[in-house]
């Protein structure tokens, strides 16, 4: 079993040498029609045959349409036969499937092929550019991400993206696709930290008509929506223990079957994942598997905090009120408030800036940028926060759990009329700030009649 850790790689610390090693292989035809042709592949399957959606197509008669395919999985390069007409031999021996060693040969009919794998070490250095698609930095950490991007966005290979919450991980996928080869192609976002852990398996691979009391119609999942483009499985580490397997063998075997149903569906997709967990502590804790864990990560990218790349602040803020604004002038952000911007911690990073900035330009009625609503900031356009609570709010005849649950109803009804204003009633724009998965924004709208 090959060293799986030398196969992956997280951007490393300010100030080292940062450097990546991707996992290819190399594919050379020995005897047949296209003797001496070579092709390097990135990607986690590989499919070899006459027809023309291979990744390398044969030509000789001896061939199936599909004949058979590499697969990339935790252990090394897996050689499966397609049900081919001749069968698939490798270094002699006929296989279903089978291993592959470093210059093993494949034999379709009459044609053989040399595996060769092999990595491919990149020194990452930082961009001059100051942004990248909707990503904005000028620190060191950020034009170094922004470097790593650039070199892995038109690769095949499987990313996951650390940071805490806020930190733009959606926005590095949106990037990574529109990047690749395949950013003519769907983007499907799945948030498995949204999606009710009942549903969640139908969210995924669809179902079929009848699979469970309520599927009155047959329905495609996110994989079968992605396919020929890229899945994004944000929250990754909120998935449950028994869907694990699953989602495991649809990357290896880039093929999915929906709930209820029998057959299986080829899907063609680019895999990227987001989380705010460390999965490498979470593996230890026995709540993520470890072969899915170094399936997904071969490459990982880490976001920092906002309190990490504080120079970042200046630029962001002037985007932010940009997008604000668009067709006028950029309101002032006087030196005091900069100050004020630059001296706060952003527990809520990039997301709460924006926040703070977009509230602060509302309040401000074409003025200056003064009053911004961070803790300890007050003043005449400061925005009113809520008076504590007393104890005239409390219901003594009801219990602790039930009061509890009676201002969580308060709370979340509050908070969605607050959003849905705020995102002029479009609910996929309000999903996208409150960075939830919009059918159960949905779900939420109608539990509280606020459905417009």
Partial sequence: MPDQLTQRTRLSPLGDRTTISLSQCKLVVLKGSQRGRELVVSSDVIRVGKAEENDLVLTEDTVSRFHFEIIRDARGYLVR?????????????????????????????????????????????????????????????????????????????????????????????????????RKDGPFIVVDCGAVAQSLIESELFGHEKGAFTGASVTRQGAFELANGGTIFLDELGELSLDLQPKLLRVLEQREIRRVGGNRTIKVDIRVIAATKKDLRSEVAKGKFREDLFFRLSVVQVYLPALRERKEDIPAL??????????????????????????????????????????????????????FLNMPGVTGAGAVPQPAAATTDEFDARLSYRENKERQAEEFEKRYLKWLMQRADNNISRAAREADMDRKYLHKLLKKHNILT
Wanted: aromatic share 6%.
């Fill in 317 to 370: 803020a002037q985007e932010f009120l940009k997008r604000t604004t668009p067709d006028g002038p950029l309101p002032e952000i006087p030196p005091e408030t900069m100050d004020q911007l630059m001296a706060h911690d952003w527990p809520g990073n990039v997301r709460e800036l924006r926040n703070v900035l977009e509230r602060s330009f509302y309040l401000s009625h074409g003025g200056p940028l003064r």
């Fill in 81 to 181: 036969d397609l049900q081919s007409t001749n069968g698939t031999f490798l270094d002699g021996a006929e296989i279903r499937e089978a291993y592959i060693r470093a210059g093993s040969v494949i034999t379709a009919g009459t044609v053989q092929i040399k595996f060769q794998p092999f990595q491919e070490r990149i020194e990452i250095l930082p961009t001059e550019a100051e942004s990248l698609g909707e990503l904005i930095g000028r620190s060191t950490r950020m034009r170094e991400i922004f470097g790593l991007l650039e070199r892995i966005g038109p690769t095949e290979a499987t990313v996951v993206i650390g940071g805490e919450t806020g930190t733009g991980k959606d926005l590095v996928a949106r990037t990574l696709h529109s990047l690749s080869k």
